[in-house]
């Protein structure tokens, strides 16, 4: 007997409850924060960089998922091999044979990291953070693993260990032994690896939050202080990896930059299969997986699956084929240097900064007194919500769908599909030179939002 299911018909029975059904069944602080600050949207598809809601209107995404769409939305090489795979009815995870596609993979992921020899497949960035925490401190023989301050890894146990965000650790203690470190202090990091205790630096060579990059020189010396003390470099290329900041890594862009580790996701499921690596060196591999007794130490249930390994192996070729770092660089370049030409313009524009098409828009106290009381009323109900405002006309007058840096910040981050061309630098500069024109004329209806956000942040306190 073969059960009926029509997934078309279940969405068209039930997809208008979406809102409901989170609010009962899942996070219910979701949908009311995206109704309290107007993006309860309904978008009915999606192809590339952008959206559609049910009026065919369409949304420019410059936020790809937190990362995730680094090809858009349904790219069509990755949508065939998704099928092709599913069509081939592999043996896959009988996890006692050795199937091609991981192998294949590994193998493709390695060409571009020259350095690293060997590959572990899990299922989020999170997971090959952990991965490579548990590896570091194998390898080493040491407990403690130094972090930098605002960085963001993740969100499981080990990860948050390593976060440098205290409104994401508050309540989770007991973590594992680390310690914070300034990013780009290397007298810090020293005097912490004197100690002799610690396994590893872990970084983003770009954070994703506040997008500060490490300065120049930093992490190669890094590097070098590590292994003067045998302790190893980790670098967290969960989103800034596989071209976003014009390089295949981020860390590529410093000469002589070789981590010991490096975590890699989100852009290599192609939007599709979620799917994590902790890519590393040789040594660190055998001395994990030192003896047959071992071979199941770190493992994943749904790790180096056919479908995952499918889609990152599209993935990688449509980099190639399509020069999308390539695209990245030069699209990120224009898109940062045509809004650094506004800082000038706009008191409350304070700095544009970042790599490829990983960029943060900050503001800052205006100097003029008519804006300054304005940015002074809002700083004191809760920092952030200048950003915020300019967050929610974006989407909401011209359709262009961007995120706040994190909790607390002044920064708007643009993380768009790797694929975006001049047509959508120019429709994001567009827009962004409007609301802040509305934002220095003072614009009745920017600041009467601001208003609301304050109201919103004085009762949730």
């Given amino acids: 007997m073969t059960t009926e299911f029509d997934l078309g018909a279940l969405l068209a ?32 598809r999606a192809e590339g960089a952008y959206f559609w809601d ?22 069509p090489v990755v949508r065939k091999a998704l099928h092709d795979v599913l069509d081939a009815s592999l043996a896959d995870l009988t996890r006692f044979d050795c199937q091609p596609l991981p192998g294949l993979l ?30 570091a401190r194998y390898a080493t023989g040491k407990p403690r693993i130094l972090y930098c301050e605002h960085a963001f890894h993740g969100l499981t146990t080990g990860s948050l260990s390593v976060n440098g965000e205290d409104g994401f650790r ?37 954070q994703g939050k506040g997008v500060y990059e490490a300065p120049p020189g930093y992490l190669r010396a890094a590097q070098e202080l590590l292994h003067r003390h045998k302790a190893l470099l980790i670098a967290d290329e969960v989103q800034t990896g596989l071209g976003r900041t014009g390089r295949f890594y981020a860390y590529q862009h410093e000469e002589g930059v070789e981590p010991d580790l490096v975590c890699v996701a989100k852009a290599l499921s192609g939007g599709y299969v979620p799917v994590g690596a902790t890519v590393g060196k040789d040594w660190i591999f055998k001395k994990v997986y030192s003896s047959m007794d071992r071979v199941l130490v770190h493992s994943a249930s749904f790790g180096s699956n056919a479908q995952a390994m499918a889609a990152g192996l599209a993935v990688l070729s449509v980099l190639d084929s399509d020069k999308v770092v390539a695209n990245a660089a030069a699209t990120g370049e224009s898109l940062r240097s045509r809004l650094a030409a506004l800082v000038d313009k706009y008191e409350l524009l304070a700095e544009v900064r970042g790599r490829g098409l990983m960029i943060g828009i900050e503001f800052g106290r205006p100097r003029s007194l008519k804006l300054r009381s304005r940015w002074t009323m809002l700083q004191a109900a809760r920092k952030g919500l200048f950003a915020q405002m300019v967050v929610v006309p974006l989407l909401q007058r011209h359709r262009i769908l ?27 500069v567009d827009a962004f030179t409007a609301v802040m024109d509305d934002a220095h004329e003072g614009g009745g209806l920017l600041w009467d939002f601001g208003r609301t956000l304050v109201r919103q942040a004085m009762a949730n306190r």
């Fill in 13 to 44: 029975e039930r997809g208008a409850e979406r809102y409901e059904l989170h609010t009962r069944h899942l996070n219910h602080q979701l949908p009311r924060m995206l109704r309290t600050i107007g993006f309860d949207k309904v978008y009915e």
């Fill in 54 to 75: 049910a009026d065919g209107n369409d949304y420019l995404d410059m936020l790809a998922g937190f990362g995730v769409m680094g090809l858009g939305r349904h790219h």
């Fill in 106 to 135: 590994a193998e493709r992921l390695l060409s571009y990291s020259p350095h690293l020899d060997r590959v572990f497949f899990g299922n989020s960035g999170t997971e090959a953070v952990e991965g490579a925490l548990k590896f």
């Fill in 170 to 206: 508050d309540g989770f203690a007991p973590l594992l032994p680390d310690t914070a470190v300034p990013l780009g202090d290397l007298d810090a990091l020293e005097r912490e690896v004197r100690k002799g205790d610690v396994a590893a630096l872990i970084v983003e060579p770009v």
């Fill in 402 to 428: 961007t995120q706040v840096s994190g909790d607390h910040l002044e920064v708007i981050k643009l993380i768009p599909p790797l694929i975006i061309g001049e047509r959508e630098v120019d429709r994001f």
